[in-house]
């Protein structure tokens, strides 16, 4: 199919105020009835008395439409139901089809999973029940009858308010869901099926008392509790933070094992992915933990950010997203450490995003145009658009950003609209600040802008010079970059590590605005010359908290500069990034000696601040575990591998890190094992915060150590598997003891086997760190353990999915190997699940970036794909990107 282009954009013809559904679940007879109340769009001008009305539909029989109560014929291609309607008057237009959701294993419309029904709707499934005007900008209210065998489907489950169950004949049973908020067909969503569910209410600040639900197959009830909590929790800061309130009298969250995403926002019936709602402390972990907070909060403060007031195309689809994204993340800051989260989101921004950026897979965070608008689900659009809320939020301070949110939600209430509109309420609560800075510009932009900076201080003269220069590389489809507003916050540290204060009557600003401690660059090139200087050594801290989504290189600045800053700075983002840019430096200079067979040469004073920072306290006594394992871990080998950039061979990149922990431990080993002894490795499991850190120091401590070849580390690895009270510290040092081919490794994996065997969720851990650590001939043989399911997503992605994105040397194995399996099976995938095909595929966004060898195998496995037959949109969609 063609592009669809966002200049391209053209309102609706009609409108649907209202839809009247009947579903009657029946198996292979399923059928789906809808009426609805059309009326021709008043906004336009319709000059004939009347207009055809094209309605939306993928993979649907036959349907019978009725207007006004008379059958018509309508024109019917696969992908369109199309006829003529009155455009001076409103119609009634019935339309019916019958649907069989075993068959429907792409998972988009309505499905089965382990024999519950169930819909995803987004972005465009709703067509796939039946022919409809599914585009965001199409709102109605909705009232949905369903009706079942009362055997088969006790539970049956839609948006809104219910009325009370009803008997019918022969043993089935109806319901009537009525959702009085207009939503587009996106939203909508429909369950029916056995299910436990976990009650809770909650009291709204103006005095509503919401019924809460959550659903789960039979028996997995208690593994739902901490859900439950988590959305209380969640509830209760939207209302605190953001002034939102719920609004309807119950929210019922249902998860289900078969779901090609996270979750889904449905209104007030939330479809979630079992993996982020079902947890235990024998078979989570603690980052399972978090995310379930994360995500049951994601979902739910949708419910103002997407539902009520929504897009006008997919085009705006970060304006949900992204401003969600930063919305979960800001709670998770709150109910955690905001230090820890603002390292762990910019790690991943820097994992997923840039590469993403960097590749041929790059494209704006609003792009012009798509082919597949599934495959804009990506890192640009929720993890950058979230770093740009963050930087609007942060230009306008908190009071002002509350403002301008509240003002927002207000003005667009039950609309449809653009990144233009949320922009407009921003910039009404700007007041005093001045011109408003171009933030369209980094929706409208791809590619990650460089930032050049240099430092020059000249301490007897009491002056400083910082000039900064920012540069886009091409993109694809985007030839030409422009400056984009940068905020970079800083501070000049003195040399006993405290912020000078700045005054402006001492600062000359040039290509940019000095606003308190932000500097925005909004010229290829600025500079702030700052003068009157006390005495003593003065240094710049710069992208304070990571105020900016950039890569940025200083210049001016040494190492013994940065190990100061490191120590010193009071920022403890920062402080954490100073270290990380040494780590990165010394890893790229391993990397090119490794490269060029020459000795990898010594970062004793690089041990010496690790050691430092991260062992400095009592581990009793410290209160920031979690500060310390994130300071002492390295940058990941896929990080690495980016920063390198060109022509690389990810042995060597693999190794470099290895021997970087190698020669730590050799340096400075007996500190390492001192610290671990104090630590006793008896962990409570507690999934408390407090554990959750102590554990992950250990842990970080563990992975450097696993590098040593002392066989005293097998030992100290399994006392802590020995010792592990719960699923992160059991999970860990197994992979850790797979990683290192310890002979403990084996009989650690059967005895998890044995364990868990029939817990699929509790397996694709398992399956993971083997994936991770393994060959293609290891997945191979894991495809057969009877645990693994190829036609279960979340089983594929424990396995493919961990192979492709979290296994650097197996994936690109240097005889092809793990490109051709891979290909092979993303291939096959296709036919079934193409979303998940297509997400798979985008593993090979970093082909070009690896040596020639492994490009040719890269290539050819691509190509391969390419010229399948029947290949769908979704995945020669990416394919086809990827070799352009
Ligand atoms: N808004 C949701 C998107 C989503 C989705 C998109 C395409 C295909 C399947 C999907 N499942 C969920 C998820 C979110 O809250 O961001
Ligand atoms: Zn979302």
Sequence with gaps: PPSIRLADYKPPAFLIDHVDMTVRLDGPCTQAKATYHVRPNPSLVHANGHGQLVLDADALGPVDVRVNGAQIEPQQDRKHVAFTLSTREGSKVEVATTLDPASNTALSGLYLTNGVYCTQCEAEGFRRIVPFLDRPDVLATYTVTLEAQQAACPVLLSNGNPSP???????????????????????????????DQVRDSFTTRDGREVALSIYVEPGKAERATFAMQALKRCMAWDEERFGRLYDLDVFNIVAVSDFNLGAMENKGLNIFNDKYILASPTTATDEDYQRIDAIIAHEYFHNWSGNRVTCRDWFQLCLKEGLTVFRDQEYTSDIYDRTIKRITDVRDLWAHQFPEDGGPLAHAVRPDSYREINNFYTATVYEKGAEIVRMIASWLGPQRFRAAMDRYFSTYDGQAVRLEDFLSAMKAEAGDLGAWPDFLGWYTQAGTPQVSVDWQADTHAGTAHLAFSQSTSPTPGQPDKKPLPVPCRLALVDEAGDDLAISPDHVVVQGGRLVGDQFLLDSAHGSLQFTDLPSGTVRPSLFRDYSAPVNHMVEGLDDSDRLFLAAKDSNTFSSWAHLQSLYSDALQRRYHRLTLGEPLGDDHALFEAMIAAGLCCEIDHDTDQ?????????????????????????????????????????????????????????????????????????????????????????????????????????????????????????????????????????????????AMNGT??????????????????????????????????????????????????????DGRNPQLAARLASAFRTWRTMDAARQTFAQAALETLQSMPNISTDLSDIVTRMLE
């Design 165 to 195: 169950i009803e008997a019918l004949d022969d043993g089935w049973h109806s319901i009537t869901w009525h959702d009085p908020h207009p939503k587009p067909s996106y939203l909508f969503a429909l369950v029916g099926g056995h299910l």
């Design 626 to 770: 979690a500060g310390r394992a994130a300071t002492i871990t390295l940058p990941s080998a896929h990080d690495l591998a980016r920063t390198i950039g060109r022509n690389i061979d990810p042995l060597h990149v693999e190794e470099a890190r290895i021997s970087f922990s190698r020669d730590l431990c050799a340096d400075r080993g007996t500190s390492v094992v001192e610290a671990l002894e104090r630590f006793e490795l008896e962990d409570s499991g507690d999934i408390a915060p407090e554990a959750a850190a102590k554990r992950s120091l250990v842990l970080a401590l563990l992975q450097h150590l696993s590098r040593c070849e002392t066989p005293d580390v097998d030992d100290l690895l399994g006392r802590a598997l020995r010792g592990a009270g719960g699923m992160t510290m059991r999970i860990k040092t197994l992979a850790l003891l797979l990683q290192r081919r310890s002979p403990l490794a084996d009989q650690a994996l059967e005895a998890f086997d044995a364990e868990f065997h029939d817990d699929p969720l509790t397996m694709d851990k398992w399956f993971a760190i083997q």
């Design 776 to 829: 293609a001939d290891t997945l191979v043989a894991l495809e057969g353990h009877r645990s693994y399911d190829r036609e279960n997503p979340n089983r594929v992605r424990s396995l493919l999915g961990a192979f492709a994105t979290g296994n650097l040397s197996g994936f690109h194995a240097a005889d092809g190997s793990g490109y051709q399996l891979m290909a092979e099976r993303i291939g096959t995938l």
